[in-house]
Every structure is written in structure tokens, then in C-alpha cells.
T-cell receptor, first 112, second 111 residues
Framework: EPEVTQTPSHQVTQMGQEVILRCVPISNHLYFYWYRQILGQKVEFLVSFYNNEISEKSEIFDDQFSVERPDGSNFTLKIRSTKLEDSAMYFC??????????FGPGTRLTVL | KQEVTQIPAALSVPEGENLVLNCSFTDSAIYNLQWFRQDPGKGLTSLLLIQSSQREQTSGRLNASLDKSSGRSTLYIAASQPGDSATYLCAGSGGSYIPTFGRGTSLIVHP
């Protein structure tokens, strides 16, 4: 069964460093998303991406964040200068239309 | 802005019990409602999606209902098993099609 994959599973970085989180959505899906979940908190929407551009973004998704679909398969989330409060689980998701979303296993980001 | 609340926050039941998890949402103009399962430290597994035009969906021992007028959804788990132990999240999507998540119900089914 097709699934969303994410790499790495765990990323440790120093405050102020740039990180890139990678996702491979399900191949025939057109909509891509990033969410985050701080430990013990709700899953929060960050950004959605369709037709090679951002379609929605939340207040969390400020200038430190960017997304890209560099080729036909990968979807990346870049955090330019990480802060301690960026430590969280980051989930990528994809959907065929504006309906059921399928989530990846997540990348645990730890900022020291 | 959509707000999603899940009750109870935690539930512990003996194996074999039928149980109901509750989800309430504030904006009845909901596009769809999705139930997920999350195991500790893992991703989200989609269980059921109910479109706004539907009243319920079933998959195996799971049944989810949606009542837009009262702003509620329930997830019914029949004959619970220890393998059902996980956190169950509901997420409602409004006009922007972006889901708003509840905090989840942490379920433990003990043998």
C-alpha cells in the first residue's frame, strides 16, 4: 500500500542552524502539507502546498520557514535558523484531493 | 475559528468492552471529519473520514458518526483489544479544508 515517507526520523541540531526535513508524498497525490506536534500538545497545521505554490499557511509558518518541491517526488520543509521552541515532531501529509489526508511517520527535531 | 475538543482525555478499559470516544467541534459548517490513531512517538494513521453529507462510516470494529447540528462526532470501538491501545485524534476541516485537531483521547485496553 502506498505511504508517505519522511527522512530523517530524528534530527538533532544546534540553535541557529538550518535544517531541511524531507518527505516523499504518495505518488499520485496533488496536495501536500506540513504539521508539527510539540510534545504533549495538539497537532498544528503549518502549511499546505498545491500546484507548486503555498495555498494556505498558519501563523506559525513565519519567514523562518519555507517549503519546496524540488523534483517530482520530494517535498521539503526548511527552517532557516532554528530556535529551541522549534523542537517538535514534524509530520508531512498528502492527499489526492481536498479530502482524506495520509500522514508520514514524522521527523523528531531536537534543537539544543 | 474551528475548535475541537475530545472527551475523555484518557480511558482505561478491560479487554472486550465496547467503548465510545467523543469529539465536539464549534463550527457546524464542517467539510469533513477524520479520526486518526497515533501510537507513542509515531505518526498518524487515518482510521475513518466522514464527509459533511454523511452520517457515519464503518471499518471493521470501528464506527464513526457525525452530527453537524449538535457539533459532535463519536468513534465507537467494538470488542476492544489490547492492540487498540493508542491515542485517538479527531480533526475537523472547515471551509479552508485544513483540519483542526483535538488533543486526543489516550486509550489503554488491558488484558
Amino acid at each position: 500500500e502506498p505511504e508517505v515517507t519522511q527522512t530523517p526520523s530524528h534530527q538533532v541540531t544546534q540553535m541557529g542552524q538550518e535544517v531541511i526535513l524531507r518527505c516523499v508524498p504518495i505518488s499520485n497525490h496533488l496536495y501536500f502539507y506540513w504539521y508539527r506536534q510539540i510534545l504533549g500538545q495538539k497537532v498544528e497545521f503549518l502549511v499546505s502546498f498545491y500546484n507548486n505554490e503555498i495555498s494556505e499557511k498558519s501563523e506559525i509558518f513565519d519567514d523562518q520557514f519555507s517549503v519546496e518541491r524540488p523534483d517530482g517526488s520530494n517535498f521539503t520543509l526548511k527552517i532557516r535558523s532554528t530556535k529551541l521552541e522549534d523542537s517538535a515532531m514534524y509530520f508531512c501529509a498528502s492527499s489526492a484531493g481536498l479530502n482524506e489526508q495520509f500522514f508520514g511517520p514524522g521527523t523528531r527535531l531536537t534543537v539544543l | 475559528k474551528q475548535e475541537v475538543t475530545q472527551i475523555p482525555a484518557a480511558l482505561s478499559v478491560p479487554e472486550g468492552e465496547n467503548l465510545v470516544l467523543n469529539c465536539s467541534f464549534t463550527d457546524s459548517a464542517i467539510y469533513n471529519l477524520q479520526w486518526f490513531r497515533q501510537d507513542p512517538g509515531k505518526g498518524l494513521t487515518s482510521l475513518l473520514l466522514i464527509q459533511s453529507s454523511q452520517r457515519e462510516q464503518t471499518s471493521g470494529r470501528l464506527n464513526a458518526s457525525l452530527d453537524k447540528s449538535s457539533g459532535r462526532s463519536t468513534l465507537y470501538i467494538a470488542a476492544s483489544q489490547p492492540g487498540d491501545s493508542a491515542t485517538y485524534l479527531c480533526a475537523g476541516s472547515g471551509g479552508s479544508y485544513i483540519p483542526t485537531f483535538g488533543r486526543g483521547t489516550s486509550l489503554i485496553v488491558h488484558p
